[in-house]
């Protein structure tokens, strides 16, 4: 094959034959109707008319108020890009929380946000002619136009443009930062604060209270007229006021369940008292065995020390109570935050070390991976690779199993141990630990080791060792090998940029056709969960049903629909992907992670699955007496069957990297290289298949060649023109197919004019075998024809039907004696094509 010809096919058969913004919504039973949809009776009862109490000063032209938040975890963590929109209300009358807001209803307000002080101001003028949805909702039997309902609510921007759409849609109804306030235990019902109301006509009614049921849009709701355009109404009054003013003012309410549970002007007994109160109801995991603490020994067991730390005025004694009772959970989302007490406390402990570090392996030993330079183990022989024994006299797999890691407490058992592993090593200076070790090269030998305040030994063991805390949330690279590689940091730090950064990475990954793609996770702490594997399919990923407990039912209910990650509107497609997931991977790192777990050609590697710790936070978070804080999950993530989703779980490696000496040793990234390495080795390598494919006749190849691509075409591997021209020489072809394919085989030969092309043709002789077996060129189709002005003989045949595995196809062109085509000299020699082609099992 001469240069020529590398694309020589296209060209022969074109001859032969002359292609946002997001409103935070969340949501049974439709009980009002949208004038989109065909309208039917609201309900057969005769509801009662009361007159609702009117301001009428002029029409509202513009809405002006603010809010003040205690829990900023979205303001200040997630979004930099703040807004308010005017809502359509409809999700809420239909009660559908997969209803998708409509980007014409949505009108955007100024909002100016003092983050310090946590409160905002905005403005919103009001459209002269809004384009939200008619509702009907005067429970009477006649179909009239009906209203469009609003709330004003906090709008942040997601992704894309400043309005909720596409990737960025918003659904259901406003529950957070909204003018409206709703009961979340009741399916975000609403229960009061204010709507905008524009009515097309004087000749439309509106709810003036909740009626019995103390539902809003329900049939028993009283009902009066409205005035023609916008109102607002007061939901707070009874009945409720319709409210006619050029300027409105607006309050966007907090719920108080996502509120902080602020103790912090409590006594400590007060604060304690009722933090154990609230969880020994709400904690996600009452009802899992093993997970809660025993709330009555650990109350009887701490309030004790809660008292004498009040009698004494000593915060170090209440920090040491609140301590212990973190300690009585088993749930790595549990936390404390001691203040400047706990900082201290920390590196007290934390402070002094024997000058070495440890893994523990797969079979139970423990290996020396880190010697401080004249440190302690240093100055004792100890080197890096050293196997420890005993730990003061004790095995070493039973000196970490006694170790109380300060880092508790944790959802998995290998967690646990990891830290356990660390915390063993510390000691305050001074303190004296008996080592039995054995160097690579030498003998079992005990040592007296004395601490010293030291603390690179701790820090070499961190599951976040070298993570970059100024790192853009998202980096991303292609590796020499062709494969692209995306490092996630974090779900938490501007969301919109992380969107925007990760597909930026698919885009350039896709313009320089890498060979499969590396999502690095391990160190991604979490935050929120944006779906970013919907970039990759068309379908949806189930997640969690997430579930908070109801003081009305006295049992834990779902809290809206059953999560999912949606399909994004752009999507990428790569041949083979990993995922490389550890145990620092938490939170809503899972869920993200999870989801990328999900995708058909996806495989998950690590030496560890994710942390396991994983539920909802942002309900639980307690701030207490001197400056303290602690947080407990109260909601969590169920499945079909019941089962918790990802705690004490994680998201499983489906290719496990070995905790070996050799592995821990390395100074490789054993996880990276490994997923490299998968990636390269496509799937079905090694695998026989059970057959060849089918090849085509003559007549089914002419039919089908202009549908299908050549084998160089999908291959990994390019070759220049000098390449071409090379004699003596293997060309080989690597083709990784997830499925079986239409795929055309093929051999051709350019010379300037048709006589050189026969001369040449008649002194190149082609031999092919498919999987071993020889195959005659008789049995491909051909082809001649002039193309930009060169004569060429194209040889093809059509191959389908491929069983999984790995095959072999060779086209050899012997040349036997020197020729040229009319500008290159060719010596006597070979040319052999080798095409590896990998059908996915």
């Known amino acids: 094959m001469n240069s020529r010809n590398k694309h020589l096919l296209a060209a022969l058969v074109a001859i032969a034959l002359v292609t946002g913004a997001c409103v935070t919504f969340s949501t049974s039973n439709p009980t009002a109707i949208p004038t989109s949809i065909p309208a039917q009776p609201l309900a057969t009862a005769t509801s009662t008319s009361v007159n609702a109490v009117v301001i009428d000063e002029n029409q509202p032209v513009r809405i002006n108020g603010d809010f003040k938040y205690s829990n900023d975890f979205v303001t200040e963590t997630y979004y930099v890009e703040h807004a308010v929109a005017l809502a359509d209300m409809t999700g809420f009358v239909l009660r559908d929380k997969e209803w998708e807001a409509p980007v014409e209803s949505q009108t955007l307000g100024f909002m100016d946000l003092d983050a310090e002080n946590n409160h905002a101001t905005f403005r919103l003028e009001l459209p002269a002619m809004p384009s939200g949805t008619l509702n009907d909702v005067d429970n009477d039997d006649s179909q009239n136009d009906g209203v469009q309902i609003f709330a004003v609510a906090y709008s942040p921007n997601l992704t894309g443009g400043p309005f909720s759409e596409g990737d960025d849609a918003s659904f259901g109804w406003p529950a957070y930062l909204a003018s409206v306030k709703t009961d979340t235990e009741n399916q975000d019902e609403v229960t009061g604060g204010a709507l905008i109301v524009w009515a097309p006509d004087d ?28 109102s607002m109404i007061d939901l707070d009054k009874d009945p409720f006021q319709v409210v006619r003013k050029s300027e409105l003012f607006m309050e966007l309410y907090e719920p108080a369940d996502i509120a902080l549970k602020d103790y912090s002007t409590l006594s400590y007994t007060e604060a304690f008292e009722k933090m154990v109160e609230l969880l020994e109801k709400e904690y996600a995991f009452n009802d899992i065995e093993g997970k809660a603490p025993d709330w009555d020994a650990v109350y009887e067991e701490l309030s004790p020390l809660v008292e004498q730390a009040e009698n004494d005025s000593d915060p170090a004694v209440y920090f040491e109570a609140l301590k212990q009772f973190t300690y009585a959970f088993k749930d790595g989302h549990v936390g404390l935050d001691g203040g400047e ?11 002094g070390g024997y000058g070495f570090a440890i893994r523990e392996l797969e079979d139970g030993s423990a290996v020396v991976i880190f010697v401080l330079e004249d440190g302690p183990a240093d100055q004792a022989g100890m080197e890096v690779g050293a196997e420890v024994t005993q730990f003061n006299g004790e095995a070493i797999e039973d000196a970490i199993g006694e170790i109380e890691a300060y880092a508790a407490p944790f959802s998995t ?43 690179d030994s701790f820090s070499f063991t961190s599951v976040y060792k070298d993570f970059d805390s100024n790192a853009l949330p998202v980096e991303f690279s292609i590796l020499e090998s062709g494969v692209g590689y995306i490092k996630i940091n974090s779900n938490y730090d501007d969301l919109n940029l992380i969107v925007r950064l990760f597909e930026r990475a698919l885009k350039t990954f896709e313009a320089n056709s890498v060979l499969g793609v590396i999502i690095d996770m391990r160190m991604n702490s979490g935050g929120s969960p944006l779906g970013l594997a919907g970039f990759f399919t068309d379908e949806e990923i189930p997640l969690g049903q997430l579930e908070y407990y109801s003081d009305k039912t006295s049992q834990f209910e779902p809290d809206g629909p059953r999560d999912k990650f949606l399909p994004n509107q752009n999507q990428y497609s790569f041949s083979q992907m990993a995922l490389l997931v550890g145990q620092a991977c938490a939170s809503a790192c899972e869920i993200e992670a999870y989801g990328f777990s999900q995708l058909e050609n996806m495989i998950v590697v690590g030496e560890y699955p994710s942390a396991g710790v994983e539920a909802e936070v942002g309900r639980g978070q307690f701030l207490l007496p001197e400056g303290m804080s602690f947080q407990a ?50 799937p079905g390598t090694g695998i026989t298949p059970s057959g060849p494919p089918e090849m085509a006749s003559i007549a089914e190849a002419q039919a089908g060649v202009s549908s299908a691509y050549t084998l160089e075409e999908l291959a990994r591997e390019q070759y220049s023109d000098a390449e071409f021209s090379q004699m003596d020489r293997v060309f080989t072809y690597t083709v990784a197919l997830p499925q079986s394919q239409d795929v055309i085989w093929s051999w051709g030969w350019c010379a300037t004019t048709q006589d050189i092309l026969d001369d040449n043709i008649e002194h190149i002789e082609i031999s092919l075998s498919l999987n071993g077996e020889d195959v005659s060129l008789d049995d491909f189709a051909s082809f001649e024809g002039e193309n930009n002005g060169q004569f060429c003989r194209f040889y093809y045949t059509l191959l389908s039907d491929w069983p999984a595995g790995q095959h072999s196809l060779q086209t050899i062109a012997t040349f036997t004696e020197p020729i040229n085509d009319g500008s290159l000299d060719y010596p006597a020699g070979t040319q052999t094509f080798q095409f590896d082609v990998y059908i996915k099992p």
């Open 413 to 455: 058992e290998f967690a646990m141990r990891y830290q356990q592993a660390r915390y063993l090593l510390r000691a305050q200076p001074g303190t004296q630990a008996s080592v039995t070790f054995s160097n690579p090269t030498g003998s079992a030998k005990t040592v007296t080791l004395k601490a010293v305040a030291e603390t």
């Open 633 to 682: 999950p109260t909601g969590r993530f169920t499945l079909p069957d019941r089962s918790i989703f990802l705690e004490g779980v994680g998201v499983q490696p489906t290719v496990k990297v070995p905790i070996t000496a050799e592995n821990v040793l390395s100074d490789e990234d054993v996880i990276l290289k490994t997923a490299e390495k998968a990636i390269l080795e496509p």
């Open 341 to 351: 007490i706990g900082n201290q406390d920390f590196m007290r402990v934390i402070s």
């Open 203 to 230: 000749q439309q009614q509106f709810p003036t209270g909740f009626g019995d049921d103390q539902l809003l849009f329900t049939a028993d709701d009283p009902v009066a007229p409205i005035p023609t355009g916008y």
